[in-house]
């Protein structure tokens, strides 16, 4: 299986909330904004985000980036 092959797999984990968190976090969003946006606290963001690393094995942002760098990914509210 290619890197990309298993980075999209590990991807598709993710619940969609968890995807739509995650996006926002690999754009500079800060928690706070995030949570804003979904109308969440802060602590359910950083429950979502300590599971987006977990399942990608990461234990920073620069980790996450690179992880995550080739999974084709659409911004919230995207159409697929």
């Known amino acids: ?9 590990e991807w598709n984990l993710l619940s969609p909330k968890d995807q739509e968190i995650a996006w926002f976090v690999l754009n500079g969003l800060s928690y706070s904004d995030i949570s804003k946006r979904l109308g969440m606290n ?3 963001v950083e429950n979502c ?6 399942t990608f094995k990461a234990n920073s942002l620069q980790e996450l980036r690179q992880r995550t760098v080739r999974i084709k990914m659409r911004p919230p509210g995207a159409e697929t």
């Open 49 to 54: 985000v300590r599971r987006i690393y977990t």
């Open 42 to 44: 802060v602590k359910e």
């Open 1 to 9: 299986m290619t890197i990309e092959r298993m980075q999209q797999s």
